[in-house]
């Protein structure tokens, strides 16, 4: 079975600075895909940005980029100028691309972003 | 679009108290899942379907029952609540294709067993 560890329970940053969340994941597959998703106050689980497994090319979305190292089985999140609205649980994930595309998470990471 | 809703959004049962959580998608999607999150815990998968009348389990099934009897519609039902389901539901869906496809999550249920 797939497993996801987040090794950082809280994490702190001040605003305008770049914070990096670890996760490392464990699995057999070579088919599959990552994410990290964001959990507010509000509960709402909100996708930040996703990695496929075969593309070497780390994934950006804005201000939010990976590191993915798929021999460490490695995948981090670099927030850049960080703001007061990133503060939030930031969940970690792996999805197997062969049959119900099931979501394995971490435990998560609570960001805090100090103005 | 609604996305995916969820009612109610809290409850609070006693122990051995029956109920169902509703879970409704609009998308068409094919797959829907059942995940629960404890506090300070990431989530766990409960039961998942692939389609309507298929439901599978998962990590964390015991004291609970699904149904799917159509696309739209993935009840989860609690029976005989226990202390331990206290938590936070969360149904989500998507459409089963590689690639780029997202599970959108519903806003959740926040269930207390007292």
């Known amino acids: 079975a797939q497993t996801v560890t987040q090794s950082q329970p809280e994490m702190s940053v001040q605003e305008a600075e770049t914070v990096t969340l670890s996760c490392t994941y464990d699995t057999s597959e070579s088919d599959y895909y990552l994410f990290w998703y964001k959990q507010p106050p509000s509960r709402q689980m909100i996708l930040v940005i996703r990695q496929e497994a075969y593309k070497q090319q780390n994934a950006t979305e804005n201000r939010f980029s990976v590191n993915f190292q798929k021999a460490a089985k490695s995948f981090s999140l670099k927030i850049s100028d960080s703001q007061l609205g990133d503060a939030a649980m930031y969940f970690c994930?792996?999805?197997?691309?062969?049959?119900?595309?099931?979501?394995?998470f971490g435990q998560g990471t609570r960001l805090t972003i100090n103005p | 679009n609604a996305g995916v809703t969820q009612t109610p959004k809290f409850r609070i049962l006693k122990i051995g108290q029956s109920m169902t959580l509703q879970c409704t998608q609009d998308m068409n999607h094919n797959y829907m899942y059942w995940y629960r999150q404890d506090p300070g815990m990431g989530l766990k998968l409960i039961y998942y379907?692939?389609?309507?009348?298929?439901?599978d389990k998962g990590e964390v099934p015991n004291g609970y029952n699904v149904s799917r009897s159509t696309t739209e519609d993935f009840p989860l039902r609690l029976e005989l609540a226990a202390p331990s389901q206290t938590s936070v539901y969360f149904c989500a869906s998507s459409y089963r294709q590689r690639g780029n496809n997202e599970q959108f999550f519903g806003p959740g249920t926040r269930l207390t067993v007292l």
């Open positions: 379907s692939v389609g309507a009348g298929i439901t």
């Open positions: 994930a792996y999805r197997s691309e062969v049959g119900a595309q099931k979501l394995v």
